[in-house]
């Protein structure tokens, strides 16, 4: 399973790189905004940034809601870089723009998925990847993991070659469980990646291992 971080922030994008296992970034207004990111160039040029940082796809996403501002929008991110995945809401229009993307050979990522249905629209039109939000899904009583191991099922059943992106992670636990239940991909707040390096047991075995070496040589300096 990939793994992507979900940030604007090129600080912890940085850091994640940094631990070696992360293969791509997402990011969404919410995010942006939350750096301080805008204005179209400052906009287009941190996205440059992070294609910098990270040798792997990462989502831009459109503004626009209607069919033609997102070709023109989603074109403009594309042409900056190799690894501009256009994120594209899952909406009538977005749905006809993914299908207008995928014939033009970009990448695309349908965001905002909260049912099987969608899911299978996003399939159809050819996305790249589908991004369920299972996150927001368990923030209103329904299972989010689920919705996951649902779309593995129609994907599986008919070979569609789009990848199922678990986005709105919270957890450590939401990353196992979608590996568990098959999703191609996990973006996930910092935290949750670095949480899964941690076992107390991995500490007490690493501290006993060291004590029992140093003990070693020190018998083998008196000897
Ligand atoms: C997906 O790509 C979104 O950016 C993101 O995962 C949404 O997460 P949230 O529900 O924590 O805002």
Do not use: W
């Not at 990353?175 to 568990?180: D, H, K, L, N, S």
């Amino acid at each position: 399973m990939k793994f992507f971080i979900d940030t604007a922030s090129l600080a912890q994008i940085k850091e994640a790189q940094d631990l070696g296992v992360l293969d791509g970034v997402t990011t969404n207004p919410s995010l942006m905004a939350k750096e301080g990111i805008s204005g179209e160039e400052r906009v287009l040029q941190h996205y440059v940034d992070i294609c910098n940082i990270v040798d792997g796809d990462v989502s831009a996403e459109v503004i626009s809601v209607d069919f033609a501002g997102m070709v023109k929008e989603g074109e403009k991110l594309a042409a900056l870089h190799k690894n501009i995945t256009v994120k594209v809401p899952m909406t009538r229009d977005g749905v006809k723009a993914i299908k207008y993307f995928s014939g033009k050979g970009i990448k695309t990522n349908c965001t905002l998925v909260f049912s099987p249905g969608q899911a299978l629209l996003a399939a159809k039109a050819g996305a790249t990847y589908v991004s369920p939000f299972i996150g927001r899904l368990d923030d209103v009583s329904t299972d989010g993991v689920q919705l996951i191991e649902s779309i593995r099922t129609i994907y599986d059943n008919y070979g569609y070659a789009t990848q199922i992106l678990a986005a709105s992670v919270r957890h450590p636990m939401h990353i196992i469980q979608c590996a568990e239940v098959g999703a191609d991909v996990a973006t996930c707040p910092l935290s949750a990646i670095v949480a899964l390096f941690d076992h107390p047991l991995t500490t007490i075995g690493l501290e006993k291992f060291l004590a029992d070496h140093k003990k070693a040589q020190q018998a083998t300096a008196k000897a």
